[in-house]
């Protein structure tokens, strides 16, 4: 691997390490509002509905991983440049 690609592959570590991260206390979170709704007796509809939307922006988390990857590897690292 030449010295550019391990450069890129340096800057790609942060952002996957946070984005698993994050995306982990989200499922940890969905988890607990799903266990709510039997241990609480809250109505299925409200904890799905919470369960759906953070399961969302999770999703929503990893495409702007792989848009920040793709980013970085075509040597495009700094966002503000294109304003």
């Not at 450069?7 to 940890?28: C, N, R, S, Y």
């Not at 409200?46 to 999770?58: D, E, H, K, Q």
């Not at 970085?72 to 690292?77: A, P, Y």
Request: net charge negative; hydrophobic share 55%.
């Amino acid at each position: 691997m030449d010295k550019r690609n391990q450069e890129h592959e340096d800057k790609i570590f942060a952002p996957v390490i946070i984005t698993i991260w994050v995306v982990g206390q989200m499922l940890v979170t969905a988890l607990i509002i799903f266990l709510m709704a039997f241990v609480f007796k809250l109505p299925a509809i409200v904890c799905g509905i919470g369960v759906v939307i953070i399961l969302a922006l999770g999703g929503v988390m990893i495409k702007v991983c792989l848009e920040r990857i793709k980013e970085i590897r075509s040597g495009e690292e700094d966002d503000l440049s294109q304003y």
